[in-house]
């Protein structure tokens, strides 16, 4: 038999619910949280610009300057990417969680980035810079998907590309 | 009280909330205040957190995956597994920009008991809080894992066969079982 154990800790979050059986969300305090995050929505233009002229160093480096510093660049463009990805959606930016998604997608698996790979990379932070500055919150329409679509073509030309 | 009186307190308990990035900590701070959490512990680093947990009882801790030099992960199994580890069995959130089916499990193998895909909504985050209220789970230990019961039902003990209950806790804890897509779905749901 597997040497294994089962352990019943203490319950310490029986605090956290009076009564018994399944309680129901409190509807009043998500409404005010669901306020709360609109109110902080509107700081995250701040937040946004910060980040996104973090791309634009990024950028720059992975166009101009030597290996070393471009894998740095590449390291740093994952991470922005990541971090965009799992903010712009939550701040009602969901088209630029969708951008940042795809862009983290084409960095994760390379090492080094071929000049296709930075035109590449350059267009995907256009295209945020295009949603955040056109104040695109939802899908963005017909807009959104034709932006989307096009992104997807590049990327597919540069990964095939790649593979050869 | 009936069923339908029941309700979720949360004004006394604690919550750490770890994440390097600036912005996601005053979300999440923002949302748990919203639904009534008072005592919200922030750090920016694993370290940091760890540190922290020696003199702040957290109840529930909420980590991001993506960090560095130690990420989410490492400071889950810091937390699970350390000597000194204040409390091993504290439930644990994790957010994430990570949303692939391998990356839920390898959370889960870690010792998680929820975890949500970013973008987050206040709704999400509070759901999982109901979830970890709701479903207390026990804790596994065996040669390869400690942490709390993957099933998503609480099964209790295996009974049965010798072989038939060595397949249940390996389930249960061991290496070898994974999620099923739907169950993956399940606990990255909005």
Known sequence: MADAKFIHPPNKLRKAKVGTGRAKLDLKALQKAEKIVEKIQEEYSDWADEDLAAFEDVLGTLKSDGEEEQRAALKALYTLSLDMKGQGGSFGFRMMSEIAARLNDFVAPRDVLSKLDVDVVEAHISALHAIYRENVRDDGGKMGTALLIGLDKIVAKANARSQK | ?190
Request: proline residues 6%.
């Open chain 2, 1 to 190: 009280m009936s069923d339908s009186e029941s309700r979720y307190v949360l004004d006394n308990i604690n919550v750490l909330v770890l994440d390097d990035n600036r912005h996601m900590r005053t979300l999440v701070q923002s949302i748990l205040h919203a639904l009534g959490v008072k005592n919200v512990c922030e750090a920016a680093d694993a370290a940091q957190a760890f540190k922290e947990l020696q003199h702040f009882q957290a109840d529930v801790i909420i980590v991001d995956w993506h960090m560095e030099p130690l990420d989410g992960l490492d400071f889950v199994r810091l937390v699970r597994t350390a000597k000194d580890s204040p409390n091993p069995y504290v439930p644990i959130i994790m957010l994430s920009g990570y949303t692939e089916y391998r990356r839920v499990t390898e959370a889960r193998d870690a010792g998680v008991n929820e975890f949500l895909a970013k973008p987050i909504s206040a709704k999400a985050l509070y759901q999982r809080f109901a979830s970890i209220i709701d479903n207390p789970r026990p804790f596994i230990r065996t040669k390869n894992y400690f942490g709390p019961d993957r099933r998503r039902q609480n099964l209790g003990p295996p009974r049965g066969t010798p072989e038939r209950r060595k397949d249940a806790v390996e389930e249960a804890g061991g290496a070898g079982v994974g999620l099923t897509p739907d169950e993956v779905q399940s606990l990255m749901k909005d």
